[in-house]
């Protein structure tokens, strides 16, 4: 039987109106690509025929899927072909709505677990999620400052998920830059970290001070979303 479970919802505020929702599902490893090919629109659907591997296919289906269910409840609209998201010059998400609403989307995954957030245009955010391992150890060390890792030292995580959250805010401010992390780490430096209510991690950057990122684990992984830095904003 096809699994699919919802981990995780946030709803972001800001003078209370919703400009953005994260969601967070894990697919059981059984399910196929064909399990959701419905749910895509014709356009969708040729790049999906146009790919070759079975795990690039189902990668493809269910990023689609879990970022339109994320929209979905953004805009409120069920019908998720109604949604359709091709890719832009960058290779970044782009959204299509039918009924023309300004909206964007930022996606990651991790093996069978993928994460999204949906977002208002003027409110411009990007998320990572990871699975916390000590295989990457070394490429973590390696791609954190000393001032960070003493940023982090103090938090009441583990050293390797505290390197993974470092990880995960490079990331997801790459994904607002549309940059990647094609350039030099010290570019998206944290300055600081701490926790805040409900056990969220909040970061702020060396070089950014305009965007912030937001933190939480779900057992074995870590997510973070970066937003704006904005005073009144509240996640339910």
């Not at 697919?27 to 895509?40: D, G, H, Q, R, V």
């Not at 629109?41 to 689609?64: D, H, M, P």
């Not at 964007?104 to 990572?128: K, M, N, Q, T």
Request: net charge positive; aromatic share 12%; proline share 2%.
């Amino acid at each position: 039987m096809m699994k699919v479970k919802q981990k995780m919802i946030k709803k972001i505020y800001y003078q209370n109106i919703i400009i953005a929702i994260v969601q967070i599902f894990q697919y059981s490893p059984e399910i196929t690509a064909l399990n959701f090919k419905k749910y895509l629109t014709k356009s969708e659907e040729n790049e999906f025929n146009a790919l070759t591997s079975e795990i690039k296919k189902k990668s493809y289906v269910l990023g689609r899927y879990t970022a339109k269910q994320t929209i979905s409840l953004l805009i409120r609209d069920k019908n998720l072909r109604d949604i359709e998201i091709t890719k832009g010059i960058l290779g970044q998400p782009v959204v299509h709505i039918k009924s023309k609403k300004n909206v964007e989307i930022s996606i990651s995954h991790e093996r069978d677990v993928y994460a999204s957030v949906a977002f208002l245009y003027e409110f411009p955010f990007g998320i990572d999620i990871e699975r916390v391992t000590h295989k990457n150890l070394a490429v973590l060390i390696r791609c954190s400052s000393k001032e960070e890792r003493l940023n982090v030292k103090y938090l009441e995580m583990t050293s390797i998920e505290s390197l993974t959250l470092l990880w995960t805010t490079k990331e997801a401010l790459s994904k607002i830059l549309k940059t990647g992390l094609t350039l030099p780490f010290w570019f998206y430096e944290i300055k600081g970290c701490n926790f805040v209510a409900n056990n969220h991690i909040v970061s702020s950057y060396k070089y950014f001070s305009q965007y912030i990122s937001i933190s939480f684990v779900i057992k074995d992984f870590i997510c973070t979303f970066t937003c704006p830095h904005l005073k009144n904003i509240h996640i339910e």
